[in-house]
C-alpha cells in the first residue's frame, strides 16, 4: 500500500524488492501495488483498494503515512488478511499509543496479526518477503554509484531486533563473514507480535540453525524464558541485552531492592533461559559466525597455538578470564608435537606447554602438523590457533594448510589473523571459506570458543519458570498498603516453614513485665507502621539480659518513637539467636519477570559487600542451591577460614519454600529477610520486613 | 654483521633496508655489510671484520648465530662502537643466560650499549635505522606477490614494545588508520636498554607526541614509574599489560599478600605514573589514533549525536560504564538545535534529549549542522558522532560535512561507522583523512572519548615514589626469620606513632594474676612463633571480664599450643578496644614495586568482600586520603547508614606513617594490622602481624 512510480518512496522500494524476488522465484507469492490515484507502476497493473484484488491477500505490507495507516489495518483485518507488516512510524514512540491502539482493536476483532508499527519490517531469506527499505547504492559526487548495503544471503541465521538500524548492521556483517540468514526482523513498538512470539516460530523452524537477539527491553518477562528456553534447547540462543547500567533506585524500600539494577534481573533470566549472552555488538556477530561455523559443542580444554609469544600470552590472559582451562600438554602429546617439528635446531630444546608457541622460525606446514597432533589428542576439546604469517618461514598458504589440519581433528578452532597487509585480508577470507571462525584480535577468538564450550552447560541448566498464581495460605494478609505488622509477618512464617525466633509483641499500653515464655536475653525492637529500617535509627536494642533492663529499653523506644515523631505501636520483644553468618534473603517484584530471589551477604555491611545472587521465582531446592554457591558468602557457609560448617541442604529448602512467597501472594510486594542467621545450630530468620501493595 | 647474497637472510634483508634508506636520504649514515666470507653483496664492497671498516661505527646490528654474535658484540665494544643492536636469539629467553651476561660485561667495560639480544629491533622513522626483517611481500601459490606487511610513514607515535610481533601489528594498525610511527623499538630481552631506558629517552624527543607500550613486565618498577611520570607529563604515554589473570598466592603469608595480585599492583603503579591503560590490544591502537588526531585535553561532558536510536542507545550504556557525564541540552542548546531542523514535520514534535537522537529522517546536512550546534554550545566538552548512512536521507557526503562541523567546533569528537559495504569504507577512511578517529563499533568511539578525558586527571595525579631507604628507627629489629615477637611489634607501632591498645605478654612460665597497668576486659591471645593467623585456630579469646577467667583462657590457650602442636610462647594480655569499623592495612613488597601499602574492609570478611586499594609506598597524607576514597569502606568512615563519622585526616596521617615501615626497614618483609578499628573514639592498630627476612 503506497506504492508510486517515485522510486525514493519506502513502498516503492519495498514493492521492487517483493517483484523481483517473484521474478527470481524466490517469493511464491503474487505481489500487488496499491494506491488509488494510479493505474499501473511500470508494467504492474496497480489497485485502488484491498477490495478490488482478485484475491484475499496473506500479507498486507503498509508504508503509508501513520494516520492514512489505520485505515488501511482497518481495511486488511475486513477483507480477511491474515497478517499485515505496519513499516510507518509515528505511533507509540511519538506519543501516539491511541493510534496504534485503535489499529489493535480491529486487527484483534479479525484475528489479523501486525508486525511494527515502526519498525524495518522483515526480510526471509526462505519466503522471499522483504520489506527492508535501505537503498542498495548510493551517488558519490562524482556521479559514481557505490553499494552502501551489504545484501545477506540464505542461510541458519536468525536476527531479532529491537532497533531496524542494529539489526541491518549485524546483517551486514554476517554477510561479510560468509556467515548466510534465515532472517531479518524488527519488531518496531511490539503492537501484537513480540520478541517472544518471534522467538517461539524460530525456535520450532528447521531452516533456522542460530537465533541471534538485539534486545532493549521485555513485556512479558515469564513468556520470554520460556519462549528462550524452549529454542536454546534446540538451537543457540544469543542476546545482546541493551541498558546495563544500573537504574539508581535510591529510592527503594527495602535493601534487596536497592541492591539490584534491572539489567541483573535480566542477567538471572538469560541464565535461566540457558541463552549465550554477548557483551557487545561486535560479540553478538562474533558468537553468531562462530555458531554458525562450529557444530561441536566443546568442553572447557583450550589448546592455545602460536608461532609468536606475545599473542598467545594475550590469548592464555582472555582465556583465564573466561574460566577456560588450558592444562599443559601431556607427556605423549607432546612427544607426538616434537616429532613434527623435524631436525630444526630449535625444536629439539623448546619447551612445549600451552600456549603452544613454536616460535618464529617453525614452517608452514611443521605449524600445521603440530597443532594438528595436539588438538587430536585427548588433551583438549577445542583450539584457538594465532599465525602470524609476517615471519619469513611462514607461506602464504598458512590458511590452507591449518584449515585442513584443524579440520581433521573433527574439533572446534578459532583462528585469529591480524595485520593490516592485503595478505592479512586474504588468509583471513580463506579462513572463513574453510569454515574456520577468523577474528582480527586474540581476545576475540578466545572469547567466541568460551561462548561455544558454554552452551552445553547453560542449556543444560535452562528452567521454565512456573507462573504467578494465587495461594490460600495467606488470605489473612489484610489492611491497608505498606509494611506488614509483625503479627501477619510472623504467621507467614509460620506457614511457609520458615524458622524464627520466638517474640512477643508488647502493645503500646501494656506493662513492662517479661513476656511470658519468652528466655532472656532477648533482643527489642521498636514497631512503627511509619518505619522499615530499624537499626538505622537506633530502633533496635540487642542482648537485653532482664526484666529491669527490658523496663529501661521499652522506654527508651517509646522516647525515640516520640523523638522521630513516627507512631509508637509497642515493642516487639525476640529471643536471642545464637551466633552465626548473617544472610540477606529478600524477594521483589520485577516489572518484566515478576517475583525474583535474592541471597547474599547480610546484616550491617550488605549494601557495602554487594556479595548476592539473584533467581528468578519459585525456586526448586536444586535451583536454591545453585543459588547459594553462586555467592561468596557460600563459601563461608561451607566452613570458611575454621569456621563451623551450615547444612546447606536446610537452606536451600528453607529457600525454596521462601521463594513461593511473592508467587503466591499478589499483595505482597516485597519481603526481605535481614539477618537470616545461619550456623550449627540452624538457620533464623531474625529480622523480617515486608511490603503489600493490594490490588 | 653477517650480510650475504642471500635475500631471504635476516643480515641481508636488514642491509637492504638500510641501504635503501641511506639512498633516499633518511639514513644520514654509511653503512657497512660485514662478512668475512664476501668480497662484496651487489655492487657494495663487503668488509671481512670491524676492524676493516674505514671508521668507527656508531652502531652495530648483529644478526648472526647466538654464539658468533657474542664475539661480534665484543669486537664491536672493542672498536669503539657506540651501540649494538642484537637481533639474534637463543640467549636467556632459551636457557643461555651466561651467553648474553658474557656480552654484557665486554660491552660494559667499554660504555657500549645494547638492545636486545633476541629482538625485532629499531624502526626510527626520524633517524632511518630500520633493522626490521619481515618480508614486506609474499609469493602466493599462484606466482603473485602479495603485500605481506603495510609499512609505517613518518609521525609522532613511538611504539615500545616486549613481543615483537605484536609491536609490527600495531605498527601495521596504525598505518591503517592513517597514523604515523616516530619509532618501533622492540626491547627483547633487554640485557641492557630497558624499556624504562627507551621511555626516558622518548620523553624529552620533541617529534615524538605519543608512548605506545606493550608490557609484559618489567624489572625495576620505581624506575619505570619516575620515566613514565616524567614523559606523562609532556604526552600521553599508553600502557597495554599482558598477564592480567591474578596469580594463586594461596601460601601468601598475610591476608594482604594473598588478596593482592601481581596486576594489581601494576594497576596502582600506572595510576601514580599518570598513564592511560588500555584494556586491550586493539585499545591501545584506538587510542593511538585518538591521542595522534586529537591535541584537546576535554572534561568528561559527552554529546552523543546519532540518527539511529539503537546506535545511540549503546554509546550511553558504554559512556555510563566509563563514568562520561551524558547530561541533556539545556533549553538554549535545543532551541539552537531545532533551528537547524528545518521544517520537517517531525522536527517541531521531537524531544531533544541526549542521546540526540534526530530519526531516520534527518537530512546530511541537518544532521552536521545540529550536531555542530549542540557540540558548540557549553553544554559539552566532546562529542561521540553515530552516522547511520544506510538510511535515505543521508548522502554519501556525510563524512565530508560531519568532520567540517565537528572541526568548526574546536573541540573533540570521534565517530562510528557501521556496515561492511564499500561505502561504509569509503566514509569510515574519509574521516580519518580529515583527522576524525572513526571506529566500527559505538563502544570503541565512546571508550577512545574516555581515554582522552581521562589524561588530563591522570597527568595531575602522576607523581614519583621516593626510593627505599634503611633508617635508623627500627636498628632494634633482630632475629631470625619469621614472625616478628609481639614486643618488637609493640616498639614498632610506637615508633611510627601508630595507637595501639595497652598489652602485655605473659610468657609461658609466668603466674596468672591480672597483669599490671591493664583494664578489664581483656583480649587474650597464644603468642607462638610458629603461628602467625590466631583467629581461625581459635587463639584468640576476647571480653575476658576478670582475674579467674583470665587464669582459664591461659590454661585453655596453653593446651590448645599442645593440640596443635606448636610452640607457646605465653598469651599476650591486651585491652579490648572500642567497637568501631574494622579495616586491614598492610604493606608487602613487591618483587618488581618494592614495598605497597593496601588498605580496605578488615575482619573476618576481608578476603570475602575483597574491597581494597593499593598504592606504591610511601604515601603522603593526600595520597593516602586518595587511598581511602578509592574503598567502599570509606563510605563507612564517613558515616554509613546512621553510624558515627571517624576522623579521616586522623586515619590518613596513621597510613602515611604506617607507609614508610617497609621503606625504611628492608628486614620487615611483611607487616599487616586487622582489625585496626576505626571509631567516633580514635582509630586503634588491634592485632598486628609481621613478617622479617633479614638480607
Known amino acids: 500500500m ?116 515502526n519498525t524495518i519490517g522483515l526480510l526471509d ?130 535493601h534487596t531492592a536497592s541492591l539490584v ?69 601431556s607427556r605423549e602429546t607432546a612427544k607426538a608435537v616434537r616429532s613434527c617439528l623435524g631436525k630444526a635446531s630449535f625444536a629439539s630444546t623448546m619447551t612445549l606447554s600451552n600456549p603452544l608457541d613454536l616460535t618464529a622460525t617453525v614452517t608452514t606446514e611443521s605449524f600445521a602438523k603440530a ?32 584449515a585442513e589440519s584443524i579440520l581433521r581433528t573433527s574439533k572446534p578452532a578459532c583462528v585469529c589473523v591480524m595485520g593490516s597487509a592485503e595478505l592479512a585480508k586474504m588468509i583471513h577470507e580463506d579462513f572463513l571459506r574453510r569454515g574456520i571462525p577468523s577474528f582480527p584480535t586474540p581476545e576475540r577468538a578466545v572469547r567466541a570458543l568460551a561462548a561455544l564450550s558454554s552452551y552445553p552447560v547453560l542449556r543444560s541448566g535452562s528452567r521454565r519458570p512456573s507462573a504467578v498464581s494465587t495461594s490460600d495460605r495467606a488470605r489473612f494478609i489484610t489492611g491497608a498498603n505498606g509494611p506488614l505488622p509483625p503479627k501477619m509477618i510472623e504467621r507467614l512464617l509460620s506457614e511457609y516453614d520458615i524458622p524464627h525466633p520466638r517474640s512477643v509483641l508488647v502493645g503500646p499500653d501494656a506493662g513492662l513485665a517479661k513476656p511470658r515464655g519468652l528466655r532472656f536475653p532477648v533482643a527489642c525492637k521498636l514497631v512503627s507502621s511509619d518505619m522499615l529500617h530499624k ?40 529471643e536471642m539467636s545464637s551466633p552465626g553468618i548473617e544472610l540477606l534473603l529478600g524477594s521483589t517484584r520485577d516489572k518484566v519477570f515478576g517475583p525474583t530471589i535474592v541471597l547474599g551477604a547480610g546484616g550491617k555491611y550488605t549494601e557495602l559487600v554487594r556479595d548476592y545472587s539473584l533467581a528468578i521465582a519459585p525456586l ?11 555467592t561468596k558468602v557460600g563459601q563461608l557457609l561451607s566452613g570458611y577460614r575454621g569456621g563451623p560448617p551450615v547444612r546447606i541442604l536446610g537452606l536451600a529448602r528453607i529457600i525454596s519454600r521462601f521463594s513461593r512467597i511473592l508467587i503466591e501472594n499478589p499483595s505482597i510486594e516485597q519481603i526481605e529477610v535481614n539477618p537470616l542467621i545461619a550456623s550449627e545450630d540452624g538457620i533464623t530468620a531474625v529480622d523480617v520486613r515486608a511490603v503489600t501493595r493490594f490490588p
Chains 1, 2 share one sequence.
Open 261 to 329: 539494577g534491572d539489567y541483573e534481573v535480566y542477567k538471572a533470566a538469560f541464565r535461566e533461559a540457558g541463552v549465550v549472552e554477548a557483551e557487545s555488538l561486535q560479540e553478538l556477530v562474533d558468537y553468531c559466525v562462530t555458531f554458525s561455523f562450529l557444530h561441536q559443542r566443546p568442553g572447557r580444554r583450550l589448546l592455545i597455538s602460536t608461532n609468536a609469544g606475545g599473542v598467545g600470552a594475550v590469548a592464555a590472559d582472555e582465556a583465564e578470564r573466561d574460566g577456560l582451562d588450558i592444562r599443559s600438554l
Open 2 to 117: 503506497g506504492v508510486s512510480d517515485d522510486q525514493s518512496k519506502l513502498a516503492s522500494i519495498i514493492f521492487s524488492n517483493l517483484l523481483r524476488n517473484h521474478g527470481e522465484g524466490i517469493l511464491k507469492a503474487s505481489v500487488y501495488p496499491l494506491n488509488p490515484s494510479h493505474a499501473s507502476i511500470g508494467d504492474q497493473k496497480c489497485y485502488p483498494s484491498l477490495d478490488s484484488l482478485p484475491e484475499v491477500p496473506e500479507l498486507v505490507v503498509v508504508a503509508v503515512p501513520a494516520s492514512l495507516a489505520v485505515s488501511v489495518v482497518k481495511d486488511a483485518a475486513r477483507a480477511g488478511a491474515r497478517a499485515a507488516l505496519v513499516i510507518t512510524g509515528g505511533f507509540a514512540e511519538a506519543g501516539k499509543k491511541d493510534l496504534e491502539q485503535e489499529m489493535w482493536a480491529a486487527a484483534k476483532k479479525r484475528g489479523m496479526r501486525i508486525l511494527g508499527p
Open 535 to 574: 537499626t538505622e535509627a537506633g530502633g533496635v536494642i540487642l542482648e537485653v539480659p532482664d526484666s529491669e533492663g527490658l523496663a529501661i529499653v521499652s522506654r527508651r523506644l517509646r522516647q525515640l518513637a516520640t523523638r522521630l515523631r513516627i507512631k509508637f505501636d509497642g515493642v516487639l520483644v525476640q
Open 620 to 630: 526448586s531446592i536444586d535451583d536454591a542451591r545453585n543459588l547459594i554457591s553462586n
Open 371 to 402: 597443532t594438528e597432533k595436539a588438538l587430536a589428542s585427548p588433551d583438549f576439546d577445542m583450539a584457538v590457533v594465532l599465525p602470524t604469517h609476517q615471519t619469513p618461514a611462514i607461506g602464504a598458504d598458512i590458511s590452507e594448510q591449518m
Open 125 to 254: 531469506t526462505s519466503s522471499g518477503v522483504d520489506s527492508l527499505f535501505l537503498p542498495a547504492t548510493k551517488k558519490l559526487e562524482t556521479g559514481r554509484e557505490v553499494v552502501s548495503l551489504l545484501k545477506p544471503f540464505k542461510g541458519g541465521v536468525v536476527v531479532i531486533t529491537q532497533s531496524g538500524h542494529l539489526g541491518e548492521i549485524v546483517s551486514e556483517e554476517l554477510a561479510a563473514n560468509g556467515v548466510g540468514l534465515r532472517a531479518l526482523v524488527g519488531t518496531g513498538n511490539q503492537l501484537d507480535v513480540s520478541v517472544e512470539d518471534i522467538i517461539g516460530y524460530f525456535a520450532d523452524d528447521y531452516l533456522t540453525k542460530v537465533i541471534a537477539i538485539y534486545l532493549e527491553g521485555i513485556k512479558n518477562g515469564r513468556r520470554f524464558i520460556s519462549a528462550a528456553s524452549a529454542a536454546a534447547r534446540n538451537k543457540p540462543v544469543i542476546v545482546f541485552k541493551m541498558g546495563k547500567t544500573r537504574a539508581g533506585a535510591l529510592a527503594a524500600l527495602t
